[in-house]
Every structure is written in C-alpha cells, then in structure tokens.
C-alpha cells in the first residue's frame, strides 16, 4: 500500500482543480446534513449555528451602545438594559465563545490534522450539536418569553431569590449546553490520544492541536462542576431551599466560589484554542519554523493547569480571606508567565521570516498586541490592592473584552480566514479582507480602549446611565463600536460572495505546512484521506521558499 | 483478554478505526474520560458538602442521628452485592457464557430495585410524612422525625437534608440511568450479541455501575454515620 509520505523538505506539490467528489458536494439531501457524522459537516453546521448566535449577541451590544450615547437612561429602562447586557453575555459567552474555535474549526481540523478518518465518537460529535441546539432553542426561547436579568454570572441570592426572570430556564440552558461542551472535549481528548496517523509523535503535533488538548481538558474537569453549581441554584429557585441564599443559612459565596471554578478556566476554553490558530498562522506566514515549540506547547498545557487555581481572584471584595485573596494573587501572577511565553515565541518566529501579509496574518499580529494588552491590565485586576478600586468598573470589562474579543474574536477571524479555502475551496477578496482586518482592529480598539480609561476613572459597569462626564469616552466607544459591527459585517459578505464567486483555492493557497494542507484537496474528500498518511517530519518544516498559489 | 483476532474481518469495526484494538483503547479511553466528569459532577455536591458541614457541625449531628443506620446500611450491602454479580456479568460475557451473563445481569438489576426501592419507601416517603421537605413544606412532626422541630438552627438543618436529598437522590438518579441500560444489555444479551469477540459494552456498563456504588460508599459515611 503506497501511502502519501510527508517529508517537508521539498515545496509540496499543488492541486489546483476543485475534486469532483468532495464532503460538501458527495451527498446533497437536507438529511445527509442534519444526520451526518462526519466532523466537517458538523463543523460547517457549528460554523453556522454560532453565526447565527453571534448575531443575535451583537444586535443587544448595537443597543445598550446606542443607549449608552447619552449619558440619561433614555432608550432602555433600567430593567431592560439590565436584561440586555446580560443576555448579550449569555449569548456570547455560552453560544459563541465557548464553542467557537473548538466546536468549528476543531471539528473540521483536528481530524485532518493528525491524519484520521474521522473523531473518535461520531456520532457522540453529532449528538454534541443536537445538544447544542436544544440548549440554543431553549436559549432563545428564554428571549422571546421576556428575558433574563441577573447578569451572565447568576449570582445568588439575586438569582434565586430576587429576579423575576426566566433564571430557572436559564440554568437549564447552561446544564444542557455545558454537556455539549463536555462531550466534544471528550471525543477530542479522545482522538489526540489514540487516532494520530503513523510517525506523527507528539512532539510532530501542529501547536493547534496541543492546544485543543488543553482545551478539552478543562472542558471534561470543569463544565461538570459548573453544571452542579447551577443545579443547585435551579433547585435553590425552584423550592425555596437555602443552598446559597444567606437568609436561609446558605452562603452566597460557595456558589460563587464554585461558579469561578469553572468559569475562569472556561476563559481558557475560549483563549486556547485561538492561541493554537495563532501558531499555525504566524508559523505559516513568517515561512519559519515556530520558535520554541516545546515551549509553546506545554504552556498551553500549563495554563490549563494553573488555570484552575486562580478562580478566586474574581472574589477579592466578595468577603473572601485575606489569605485567600495573597495567594489567588499569587497563582493568578502565575498563569500570566506560560501566556507571555507564548507572545514571546510568536514575536521570535516573526524575526528573520519571510513575513507575508496575508488576510490571516494581519489579524494574527492584531491578536498579539490586543492580548497582551488584554493580559497585561489582567495583573491589573489580579494584583489584590489595585483591584479593589477597579472592581466593578468598565475597566473589568474593557480588559475582558480585549481578551474576548480582541484576542478569542480576532483568532477566530483569522482562524476562518485561514482555513476557508480548505473548508470551501474558494478564495475570497484578498484586497477587501485586508482592508475589513484593519477596520476590526481599528474599531475594536476605538471601541473598548476608552472603557479602560472610563474604568479607570470609576465609571461603574451594569448601569444604564452614567454621569456626563464619561459622555466623551461613551460616544467615542459607540463610533468604534459601530466600525466594528462594519468590519463583521462586510467578511459574511465576501465570504458568501466567494463560494459562488470566487478563485479556486487549489489545496494548498498559502504554500502552508502540514496534513491539512498537503495531503487534503480542498474541500477535502468525505473521507480526508485516501491512504492513511506517514508523517516523518516534525511541524512547521518550512524552508523560507513556500510561496502564495496566484 | 480476547482482542488479539482477526481485524479486518470484524464486523464491530467502526469504519473510521484502523484496528480493533485503536477502537477498543478509544473507547475505553472515552469511557475513563466520562468517569472524570462525573467525578468532578459529583466532587461539586460534595464540596458544598464540605463547607455546610464545617459551618453547622451541630445541625450535621443532629440530622445524621435521625437516619436509619441498619436500613442505609442494608442498602450498601445490596448495592455491593449488585456490584459483584455486575463484575461476574463481565466474565461471563468475557468467557462467552451468555446464559449466565443474562442472569447476573438481571440479579444487578434486581438488587438495584431493590436499593432504590428500599430508598423510596423506608427512607424517602416517612420523611416527607412528617414534615422532613426541605424548603416551603419544612415542618419536622410525628414519631420520628418531630424531635427536629426543638432544633434551634431550622435553616442549618434544612441544609443537612437539602444536601441528603440531592446527593442520595443525584445518586439514585443515576442508578435509574443505569437500570435502562441494564435492560438495553438484557435484551440485546437474549439477541445473543455479546460474547468474548464483543464485551466492550458489558465492561463499560460495569465501570458506570461500580462508579454509581462507589460514590454511595462515599455518600453512605458521610450522611448516616457522622455520630
């Protein structure tokens, strides 16, 4: 049996005819979609499930910034601009965040990059996304029926003594979607271990997939708890009991103690996987092998663990000890070092690359500044003493933001721009995406800059008015914010243009290393590969001559 | 064990596996993986447990006095038991005795009707009798349970059964779970579909179950026996 052997010495070959049997095109029936198990259709159905939900998330932001012109409550009552931000959380948090990069390009990815048929559970991978959606159509129907008010965190007692909201459907949403979660990270963890092709060691793994095996940890060793967490709140709520209310003997703060368990390690689940995209850009892009590989990978590793021993630095003014609060402080310093490694080892790799600015690239350099800014006021936040005037105010939500948006957003758009001629085989406008990236950098940081220095001079987040003194600094974030919406808006666009429209990618555009790339047509064939391939090289055997197809 | 047969051959292949044996170590992988979750579900109710019981070491002495030592025992002694005709369950599926799996796979069942059983109607039902309802039908009364109205911390005690009711029913929860895909197995053992090629199902099914016990020996000390 010849199998495909991938050397990486030589400028792999390039295919640039469309395959006539390809997954998208082989079989064409509504149920060939709904029941498929093959892991990039059910990408393809994540990619536009999450679209879907990302809308949804940002048409409350295009609100409450519009109310947030002005600084009299004017267009929101109070009660509704407190159901806004919090169903913008929600939404974002739990249906686009979470399952973003993992849930889309992981599916689609994880198998071709370590030379599978397939993930390892199938059809448990199809049953994640029905459970998705059952918790996403719940999710919605908690919005049509009036909405949600405590805020994403659903902190007790207000949560399960004081709102009159939906809070009890709520905590069903989240039980239901984190077992989503759960599941795919178990069928990844699962296909890392045992489904890897011939020669491809560990230590040959694109970073992308050492990433999503951090990624996938957390999400086995966290959800579940945050799962029991919001049972007990349900059950606080539904009879009265005093699990977490204070007036019935409970204590507020276990819940948010173990609320903070999983949700601080679940900003992992969102940051890991869009530092794994970076790696391969940046590797891709600069035509250099990434500089500190190892390095690299096990912080990914290291986050994951360390990630789970800071959650209480989201609790320094929440009556926590003050011993406590000394060494969350501690840990949280900690977690900061295997980040900065990875910053440091991306910026190495650029220097004497061959650095092309591709679509992808441009907002792969975009991440790393606005993570490392994002990281940066995080020591802010996590160092004890300076939190406590911090707390509260839009700085918190500026540095998040800048994480979230800035750092996960961003990766994910570089992440699609990258992968879109494998998964679609079409190029789009290379001109007009350079163009959008900018203007998502740029309104990005219009946007959420000005919160950092709101923060900073006290404006409170969560209100729905504010003291004219922070008008300049809210009108200037509106502006950026409505650039923003510009530039993810124009890419659905040009990318719905490109499947009917655009150039055939051919296999390989960008002249990119790995299986993906040089084995896989592009769309890839139903069953990835022909021949099982033998992987005899490490990672990122780039020779400095990869050029872009034309 | 029994996987070193024929592969390409094996009808239990899943076509995106290269060999039964990368199938099976998935799948016992996955299986492990699962395990943890649960671990961590569970390891949440017993963290509150931790902390309430820290908080209120007199309302957790006084709740655990009211439990019925002899019938939480005798349930941990049936679940036990049901543990062990669940582990002769395998080696009879491992030796290809599918008679006797049949009947240790319905002695398991049995013995877990009648720990949930025995749960239902000496523990549960009394309880909810006189007045033990955590949160609006809380009124400790009658013969057994009506001492506990003379506590001074009524919400501390209320969290002891708050705690007792959750975990005692998360747990029996997950035998019910578990008795569903114990008659799954029944039938399918009757449609002769497990033997020495194909115990993977029995084998993972008896990892769930042994969790389900194991986290009753926990939950069994830690309620009825603080005294």
């Known amino acids: 049996m010849a199998n495909d052997v991938v050397h990486g010495t030589e400028i792999p070959p390039r295919d640039h005819t469309r395959p006539e049997v390809n997954y998208l095109n082989w079989r064409q029936t509504v149920s060939s979609w709904l029941l498929s198990q093959d892991h ?21 932001a295009t609100i409450f910034r519009i109310e947030l012109l002005t600084p009299e409550g004017d267009l929101l009552q109070a009660d509704t601009y407190n159901k806004f931000f919090t169903l913008h959380g929600v939404v974002m948090i739990f249906f686009f965040l979470i399952p973003s990069i ?77 077992f989503s979660s759960i599941l795919t990270g178990l069928n990844f963890l699962v296909t890392i271990h045992k489904m890897r092709a011939p020669g491809l060691t560990w230590f040959r793994l694109p970073l992308f997939i050492w990433a999503h095996y951090a990624t996938s940890v957390i999400q086995i060793l966290g959800t579940p708890v945050l799962a029991i967490t919001i049972f007990l709140a349900g059950v606080e709520r539904l009879w009265g009991v005093g699990i977490f209310d204070p007036a019935l003997g409970g204590d507020p703060v276990l819940f948010q103690h173990m609320f903070w368990f999983y949700s601080h390690p679940a900003v992992y689940i969102m940051i890991l996987p869009g530092m794994g995209v970076i790696s391969e850009i940046i590797g891709c892009f600069s035509r250099n092998r990434v500089f500190g590989y190892e390095f690299i990978a096990f912080s990914s590793v290291a986050i994951a663990i360390i990630g789970f021993l800071v959650w ?23 977690v900061a070092v295997p980040s900065a490694i990875k910053i440091f080892n991306w910026t190495a790799t650029l220097y004497k690359g061959n650095v092309v600015w591709a679509t992808p690239m441009i907002y792969a350099i975009g991440f790393i500044g606005l993570f490392a800014i994002g990281g940066g006021t995080g020591l802010f936040l996590g160092a004890v003493g300076l939190d406590v005037p911090l707390h509260d105010t839009y700085f918190v939500v500026a540095h998040f933001h ?24 079409k190029m789009y406008p290379q001109t007009l995406a350079k163009l959008c990236a900018i203007l998502v950098f740029v309104g990005f940081n219009c946007t959420f800059f000005p919160q950092f220095l709101a923060g900073w001079l006290g404006m409170p987040r969560r209100y729905h008015s504010y003291h004219e003194d922070f008008q300049v600094l809210n009108v200037m974030s509106t502006i950026g914010a409505s650039i923003l919406g510009l530039g993810f808006i124009i890419p659905v666009f040009y990318l719905v243009w490109s499947l009917f429209y655009g150039k055939e990618a051919g296999s390989n555009p960008w002249g990119a290393r790995g299986l993906e790339w040089e084995v896989c047509t592009s769309p890839p064939d139903p069953h990835n590969f022909h021949e099982t391939p033998v992987v005899t090289s490490e990672a990122y055997a780039y020779t400095g001559e990869e050029t872009l197809s034309e | ?73 005798a349930n941990t002694v049936f679940l036990l038991l049901s543990s062990f005709t669940m582990a002769m369950g395998v080696y009879f599926c491992q030796v290809g005795n599918s008679k006797w799996l049949f009947r240790a796979l319905t002695a398991t069942l049995v013995l877990g009707i009648i720990f949930v059983g025995v749960k239902w109607v000496y523990e549960y039902t009394p309880k909810f009798a006189e007045g033990i309802f955590p949160g609006a039908g809380w009124g400790p009364h009658g013969h057994h349970y009506g001492h506990l109205a003379d506590f001074a911390d009524q919400g501390a005690l209320q969290i002891f059964f708050v705690l007792y009711f959750i975990m005692t029913g998360m747990h029996a929860f ?13 039938w399918m053992t009757k449609q002769n579909k497990f033997g020495p090629q194909r115990y993977m199902p029995i084998l993972f099914f ?9 986290v009753w020996v926990f939950i069994f000390p830690m309620f009825y026996l603080v005294t």
């Open chain 1, 402 to 425: 800048y994480v979230m948006v800035g750092g996960m957003v961003m990766a994910y758009l570089a992440g699609i721009h990258f992968y879109w001629p494998k998964m679609t085989g």
């Open chain 2, 174 to 186: 997950h035998m019910l779970i578990g008795f569903a895909i114990l008659l799954v197995l029944m």
């Open chain 1, 102 to 178: 993992p849930a889309v390009l992981g599916n689609f990815l994880i198998p071709l990059q370590i030379g599978a048929k397939d993930v390892a559970f199938p059809k448990l991978n199809l049953a994640s996304w029905y459970i998705f959606m059952v918790g996403g159509t719940l999710g919605v129907a908690i919005i049509l029926l009036g909405g949600l008010d405590t805020g994403w965190t659903f902190y007790t007692p207000l949560s399960t003594s004081y709102a009159n909201t939906h809070v009890f459907l709520a905590a069903i949403v989240v039980f239901v979607t984190g």
């Open chain 2, 206 to 214: 008896g990892l769930y179950w042994h969790f389900v016990d194991i």
């Open chain 1, 40 to 60: 990039k259709r059910i990408g393809i159905m994540y990619l536009i499930s999450i679209s879907i939900f990302f809308v949804v998330g940002g048409l409350f």
């Open chain 2, 1 to 73: 064990m029994s996987s070193a047969t024929v592969h390409d051959e094996n009808p239990y292949l899943a076509h995106h596996f290269e060999s039964i044996e990368q199938q099976e170590e998935s799948c016992t992988l996955g299986m492990w993986l699962f395990l943890a979750q649960e671990v961590m579900f569970f390891g949440g109710l017993f963290m509150a447990y931790a902390v309430y019981r820290f908080m209120y070491p007199e309302a957790w002495l006084e709740g655990s006095a009211s439990l019925s030592v002899p019938i939480g025992g």
């Open chain 1, 312 to 334: 209480g630095h989201h609790m320094y003014v929440s009556g926590q000890a003050m011993y406590s609060n000394l060494v969350f402080s501690l840990l949280t310093m900690l």
